[in-house]
């Protein structure tokens, strides 16, 4: 089972378009992602995708802002309206308020417009600490060329060194935007172990945005982290 949880999400029919070829392609879930500003008016539309593909998708929230007060704000306004919450990094005060938030889900692509990971052993703690997915993207890869793509390469190979020291949750997503961008699972667990991950790296990947899914669907009845509410009927 393959699961992608950030698709660019758009309109009704562009979202069909995509959905049915992953399907098509063998990809299991698939979650569009839509920003703060954009994510309201996608709910309008969001009953009619599920009547054409019932739980095999929902969206992701996907948080942009450098403003750490705005991303905290936005995270706890939407948390239980949604089934994932992403907030895209870069900027590393973004980054770090990200991995010691537990309202949020995944720290998407922490290397965006720099020239390292944005990831250090510091974060990496965090990371672990509070469950939050760490999130490399296929896409910057496929639309990179040259020495733009071999940092983006070595951005990647530096998170899986801190991956295997210190066990955060690591989610592989396509980022898609059309149908030209989407590639079969087989194909997309082959390019990342040509980065560097093993197989079984790959797959681990994949069960944790499976696990992200699974948790938030019981979110509403954690009390503690790990301690969760039960019917009381005998």
Known sequence: MFFDLNIKGSSYEDNLELANEAFKYGWEHV??????????DALHYKDDLLEEFSDKIDYTLEIKSNNVGEVRKIANKFR???????????????????????????????????????????????AFKNNVAIEISFVDALKTYSTHRSKVLSNFKDIYTLYRKFKFPLILSSHAESIMDIRTPQDFKSFFIQTGLTSDEVDNCNNSALNILEFNKNRKNLILKGVRRVNDEA
Request: proline share 2%.
């Open 31 to 40: 979650n569009f992602s839509y920003n703060q500003n954009n994510f309201s």
């Open 80 to 126: 239980n309206k949604v089934s994932c919450i992403s907030v895209l990094g870069g900027d590393l005060k973004v980054n770090r308020a990200t991995l010691e938030n537990i309202q949020i889900d995944i720290l998407s692509r922490p290397y965006l417009k720099r020239y390292d990971s944005g990831i250090n052993h510091v974060l990496a703690k965090e």
